[in-house]
T-cell receptor
Framework: GAGVSQSPSNKVTEKGKDVELRCDPISGHTALYWYRQRLGQGLEFLIYFQGNSAPDKSGLPSDRFSAERTGESVSTLTIQRTQQEDSAVYLC?????????????FGQGTRLTVV | AQSVTQLGSHVSVSEGALVLLRCNYSSSVPPYLFWYVQYPNQGLQLLLKYTSAATLVKGINGFEAEFKKSETSFHLTKPSAHMSDAAEYFCAVRAGYNQGGKLIFGQGTELSVKP
């Protein structure tokens, strides 16, 4: 597609349920990133994919969070047993790699609300 | 390791006034620096980037930024603010290859423009 696509755009879930967030990167972008943005705060790095491997998972806040990527395509971020503190906007970005001067292109985000 | 500090979480200017948003970085290697803008309920859009080609970088919507190595700064400016510039602005530095080239963001600066 023309840009990074994320779905759903909004998700309301009950505490304790599992959720899956999807990201479709720009075609040809080998690098994919997930970030979390809590209300009124900056972007918190979660995980980085190069192709379908994840060399950097250092930002995943707990073992309830996991992500996978199929080839150089779709990625899913899964949050198990959601907690209220998981409420945030989850942003996905993709870029050409490994050029350091290349910018990342962001999706519109998924707003997750845990009630 | 790289890091970014944005001075001032909120900046308010009058329409037509100079916009100055401050960003200081820390990097042990020559940095790649970016400014992104986020309008309400939207993803991040690239304003401009510094990739060592020129110290004064011009971006979209009349914004520009100057890389000053001696001051470790990459401040964003615009000569004359428009109402449409009201948004959240993020400065970011690209981490090294050993960190996957992920973008490390500052906390953001919310720009308000008064009529």
């Amino acid at each position: 597609g023309a840009g990074v696509s994320q779905s759903p755009s909004n998700k309301v879930t009950e505490k304790g349920k599992d959720v899956e967030l999807r990201c479709d990167p720009i075609s040809g972008h080998t690098a994919l990133y997930w970030y979390r943005q809590r209300l009124g705060q900056g972007l918190e790095f979660l995980i980085y994919f190069q192709g379908n491997s994840a060399p950097d998972k250092s930002g995943l806040p707990s073992d309830r969070f996991s992500a996978e990527r199929t080839g150089e395509s779709v990625s899913t971020l899964t949050i198990q047993r959601t907690q209220q503190e998981d409420s945030a906007v989850y942003l996905c970005a993709s870029s050409l790699a490994p050029g350091m001067g290349t910018e990342a292109f962001f999706g519109q985000g998924t707003r997750l609300t845990v009630v | 390791a790289q890091s970014v500090t944005q001075l001032g979480s909120h900046v308010s200017v009058s329409e037509g006034a100079l916009v100055l948003l401050r960003c200081n970085y820390s990097s042990s290697v020559p940095p790649y620096l970016f400014w992104y803008v986020q309008y309400p309920n939207q993803g991040l859009q690239l304003l401009l980037k510094y990739t060592s080609a020129a110290t004064l970088v011009k971006g979209i919507n009349g914004f520009e930024a100057e890389f000053k190595k001696s001051e470790t700064s990459f401040h964003l400016t615009k000569p004359s603010a428009h109402m449409s510039d009201a948004a959240e602005y993020f400065c970011a530095v690209r981490a090294g290859y050993n960190q996957g080239g992920k973008l490390i963001f500052g906390q953001g600066t919310e720009l308000s423009v008064k009529p």
